[in-house]
């Protein structure tokens, strides 16, 4: 077992993991703290340290608010559990969980950004359990990052000050710790031409932000977007500012402040600044900079200007719903006659006369919508990388009956279900196994087929193989069912959805 290594900056010990064969390294420096001078800056080289630096504790979680306060809230039942949790502006650290027993293993690499909206979320939740994967001879990375106004503040006086970095500074933290990664994973076994990115949420958003940069080329070889890939034909993507809007939130929030330079902002303390964005009920979030992103992700890919990797894409099957934004029957009709451009006469016709029914037959899944006009998409442009399409839909016990809600499936990608408090029985942990198989072959190889169970400490394969998750195309709407268990279908989508993707399919190709 590799139990230490030496990095940029120096020598790092690092733990067993629960299972002993796996050896887990917590709080590894990738930068220089952000404080100070380098608050809304870059990330830059990781100072150097003396000695061999013991990472046996995660590292502080990015400024954020409290997490665990709202009893009412679902991710406080679920990982948000811990008020008292350390916090601190100096974040960038990242987690490595490694099966490795040799520096020349080259195992495959997998690099997680967390979800949260980029306003809160960390590593050390506890579904981000790395070492279910790491058995099967995986080695996986979870970073830390900048949030909210400390990850992603637009301002004018930023932008000619530092021009090449003007904003963005989470995604630019995701893209710094990948390179490190690039740089120094050989040293615990893995291979640094086989990284596989993924995340969950905005973390899913943040894949397909690096998937939009063109500087990435090569960093990384698969890429996997949970929840984070979302298109309408009303919009083009969750996060739709300009970068002049978000330079002129930034100009309100300092007028907000009282103060009137940058200078005066990176005094300011850290705490203060965070509840002061509280107070101030602002969004802070990736924005089209020209530099880090030359516009939306989201629209970029579907315009087919992205890395060109092969994906997994999946959803859960409650979430994210997409409604005609309308408020009655009028507004209703003018927005889908906007929208729909050649369709919205049949789509009109298929969601009927009465406003009500009219809103529930026209409401779609955003998510689906956008994994179905990815793949006709690619074939208006000659991609020809595979997609991978699932859809998470088992029941999920507890008191409040939840469904599929946002995140519920990281529990089972992670096999981490032990850690949560639901009473998941045994379809529930041969579930979360087989998804971390899949999951598990797809960053080995780019497909997520294989056999029921493998590992890697020396038993092989165990059990059939599983059932085969063919690629969504145009001309076979295949797609991974996750109900009981994985099954696979024809997923032929009903009519409103059809029609959606057919409306935004085409606004993309106008665009």
């Known amino acids: 077992m590799i139990r230490k290594a030496t990095v940029e900056g120096g020598a790092v010990r690092g733990i067993p993991a629960a299972d002993p064969r796996v050896t887990v390294f917590k709080g590894v420096p990738y930068a220089a703290p952000p404080v100070g001078e380098l608050r809304w800056r870059a990330p830059q080289p990781v100072k150097p340290w003396e000695g061999e630096k013991l990472c046996a504790e995660f590292a502080p979680i990015a400024m954020q608010t409290t997490p665990g306060l709202d009893p009412n809230d679902i991710y406080t039942r679920e990982w948000h559990v811990d008020p008292a949790i350390p916090m601190s502006e100096d974040c960038l650290y990242l987690n490595i969980w490694t099966p490795a027993k040799s520096a020349d293993e080259k195992l495959p690499v997998f690099v997680w950004y967390f979800g949260g909206g980029l306003q809160v979320g960390y590593p050390p939740e506890m579904e981000f359990d790395g070492e279910r994967i790491a058995r099967r001879g995986i080695v996986v990375v979870t ?144 924005t089209p900079d020209g530099v880090f992103q030359s516009a939306h992700a989201t629209g970029n890919i579907l315009r087919g200007r992205r890395l060109r990797v092969p994906l997994l894409i999946t959803r859960t099957a409650d979430e994210f719903k997409s409604p005609v934004p309308a408020k009655n029957m009028e507004e209703f009709r003018a927005v889908v006659r906007e929208s729909f451009g050649d369709y919205a006469e049949e789509f009109l016709a298929y969601c009927g006369d009465d406003f009500e029914e009219a809103a529930k037959r026209g409401t779609t899944s955003g998510l689906e919508v956008a994994a179905r006009t990815l793949v006709q998409r690619n074939a208006d442009v000659g991609i020809t990388e595979p997609v991978y399409y699932g859809v998470f839909d088992p029941e999920i016990p507890g008191w409040d009956n939840p469904g599929t809600f946002h995140s519920s499936d990281l529990w089972f990608y992670f096999e981490s279900l032990a850690k949560c408090w639901r009473p998941f029985t045994g379809k529930h942990y041969d579930l979360a196994r087989n998804m971390c198989n899949y999951w598990a072959n797809f960053i080995r190889s780019g497909d997520p087929n294989g056999a029921e169970f493998s590992t890697y400490f020396g038993a092989g394969d165990i059990g059939e193989k599983m059932p085969e998750w063919k690629p ?23 009519e409103a959805t059809r029609l959606h993707t057919a409306a935004t399919v085409e606004k993309y190709r106008k665009d």
């Not at 904003?167 to 690039?182: M, P």
């Not at 709407?477 to 994985?486: E, L, V």
Request: proline share 6%.
């Open 143 to 286: 970073v830390c990052y900048r949030l909210n106004l400390f990850g992603f503040l637009a301002h004018p006086q930023l932008t000619a000050e530092q021009p090449g970095d003007p904003t963005n500074f989470g995604n630019l933290d995701q893209q710094y710790a990948t390179r490190w990664c690039k740089r120094n994973i050989a040293a615990f076994g893995g291979d640094p031409d086989n990284i596989t990115i993924g995340g969950q949420s905005a973390g899913g958003g943040s894949v397909c932000a690096q998937l939009n940069c063109p500087a990435n080329e090569g960093l990384f070889q698969k890429a996997i977007i949970e929840s984070g890939f979302t298109a309408t034909a009303f919009s083009g993507g969750p996060f739709g500012t300009t970068f002049e809007k978000g330079m002129e939130r930034g100009v309100n929030f300092f007028n907000f402040l009282g103060i009137k330079t940058l200078e005066e902002a990176r005094a300011l303390d850290a705490f203060y600044l965070r509840d002061k964005v509280e107070e101030f009920h602002a969004f802070f979030a990736t």
């Open 472 to 494: 969504l195309t145009v001309d076979e709407p295949n797609a991974m069912w996750f109900g009981d268990k994985p099954e696979p279908r024809v997923d032929v989508p009903d």
